[in-house]
């Protein structure tokens, strides 16, 4: 087998461009020159070096999938939930350390195990295990497909520990490898050891027109999102598209508080918003009173049992806002250059004086 036919063998099985296949492949070829390797073997060997580099990768069951970011869901109550069973351990622990252990609240070193705690359902089969970083998640929303599907799907990718910290581009075609947990309707994904995000184009896509020709049954006019939530309501999975305009920004400086975005109803003109909770680790790419928006999540409604008055909300998974009314986030000033213009500052309050 020669190396055009290997790589059209593992091409479907990894995210390797043709391009790093080849990089990879000279790589070992170079090796293979040090060693004073006979020049006929050169390319025998090569292969089984670069088969060896990626086994991890080829013995995978994940698949192969391209298409785009278009939210992240942080996952809060579940990741509150783990907090919960971690801050109880360590609560324990401080009480009485030796009890803390024998009952399996934590480990020998004190490292917090999962437990029962009122009031939180944990299931079975955690009890006992090292509560770790995998244990933190996220759901990446996308519209994605496989290589042999007619169409795009919307798609949920769980990510955990380390994988939560890759890059993940949003509104660009994107190639990444996951295992799939369920692919009837909407592909429900979790991640591999291969997972992460490989931008195919640079350029953003038009998301408008993206929603409109895959995603249809999503866009719902912000008139119409109190009658879709009560038709949708009980789909955990519910996910809504709807273009408003900016209200008020009520930006979180704490961390584990979200971004309050208020938008307009639409049509009605009384004094009512639909509050967006969004994640406060998202940037906020736009200002008040922009007049275009298009919000990405899941809806909510409470109704006050006195009043009856009706408050909308929306889980916010991202917010894409056209070119045209974006605003650059503001630019932190280098460490380096801080005393030069503190001086240079002086320097000129000095001439002023």
């Not at 995978?60 to 509150?80: D, E, T, W």
Request: net charge negative; charged share 35%.
């Amino acid at each position: 087998m020669d190396k055009k036919q290997f790589y059209e063998q593992i091409k479907e099985k990894i995210t390797l461009t043709e391009a790093e296949f080849e990089k990879e492949y000279n790589s070992a070829i170079e090796e293979l020159k040090e060693r004073g390797v006979d020049k006929k073997d050169f390319e025998k060997f090569a292969l089984v070096m670069v088969k060896a580099k990626l086994k991890k990768q080829l013995i995978s069951p994940s698949k192969k999938f391209k298409g785009y970011i278009i939210g992240v869901n942080p996952n809060v109550a579940l990741n509150r939930i783990t907090d919960k069973v971690k801050d109880d351990s360590l609560l324990e622990y401080r009480r009485d350390a030796d009890n803390a252990i024998e009952h399996k609240f934590v480990d020998s070193n004190g490292n917090p195990l999962w437990h029962v705690v009122e009031g939180i359902n944990v299931p079975e089969w955690k009890i006992g295990n090292l509560i770790t970083s995998k244990d933190y998640s996220e759901t990446i929303i996308l519209l994605a497909k496989q290589d042999e599907d007619k169409n795009y799907k919307i798609t949920f990718l769980t990510l955990s520990g380390e994988k939560k910290n890759l890059e993940k581009p949003r509104y660009k075609e994107v190639e990444f490898m996951a295992n799939i947990k369920n692919a009837e309707g909407n592909y429900i994904l979790n991640q591999s050891i291969n997972t992460e995000f490989k931008v195919l184009k640079d350029d953003e896509v038009d998301f408008p027109a993206l929603a409109r020709k895959h995603l249809k049954q999503n866009c719902i006019d912000v008139n119409n999102l109190e009658a879709w939530h009560d038709k949708n309501s009980s789909n955990f999975n519910r996910l809504v598209i709807t273009k408003s305009s900016v209200i008020n920004i009520i930006p979180s400086l704490d961390s584990n508080k979200s971004h309050i975005i208020n938008i307009d109803t639409g049509d009605d003109l009384d004094n009512k918003s639909i509050t967006c909770w969004l994640d406060s680790k998202e940037d906020i790419n736009f200002s008040e009173r922009t007049p275009e928006i298009y919000v990405i999540g899941s809806t909510n409604i409470k109704i006050n049992a006195e009043t009856n008055e009706v408050r909308q909300s929306i889980n916010t998974y991202g917010i894409y806002v056209p070119k045209e009314w974006r605003i650059e986030s503001p630019k932190e000033i280098k460490e380096e250059n801080t005393d030069e213009i503190i001086d240079a500052d002086n320097e000129k309050d000095k001439e002023d004086w």
